[in-house]
């Protein structure tokens, strides 16, 4: 079965930048959408991006340029790279393969001064 493991998460001042990666085991990757999602405290989960096998992206609404989705099949691997950080961005990052409905077990990002 699939499983997904984050890493990359962190404590960064406003205005940095972090990388995210999320590596997928146990085959279906390449055919399928994965995504990154958020969880802030006290807050719903929310999409934050999306990659299809084909490599068309679409990002949430707050996001706004800052952030992009990437993927690497031959790795297993799909990354999310945030610049330009906010303190509103601080939240659990979770990446999602959609085809099994799998979810990682998610990566902490802090952003503060």
């Known amino acids: 079965q699939v499983q997904l493991v984050e890493s990359g998460g962190g404590s960064v001042q406003p205005g940095g930048s972090l990388r995210l990666s999320c590596a997928a085991s146990?085959?279906?990757?390449?055919?399928?959408?994965m995504d990154w999602y958020r969880q802030a405290p006290g807050k719903q989960r929310e999409l934050v991006a999306a990659?299809?096998?084909?490599?068309?992206?679409n990002y949430g609404d707050f996001v706004k340029g800052r952030f992009t989705i990437s993927r690497d099949n031959a790795k297993n691997t799909v990354y999310l790279q945030m610049n330009s950080l906010k303190p509103e961005d601080t939240a659990v990052y979770y990446c999602?393969?959609?085809?099994?409905?799998?979810w990682g077990q998610g990566t902490q990002v802090t952003v503060s001064s």
């Open positions: 999602h393969h959609r085809r099994t409905d799998r």
């Open positions: 146990g085959g279906m990757f390449s055919r399928y959408a």
């Open positions: 990659i299809d096998s084909g490599g068309n992206t």
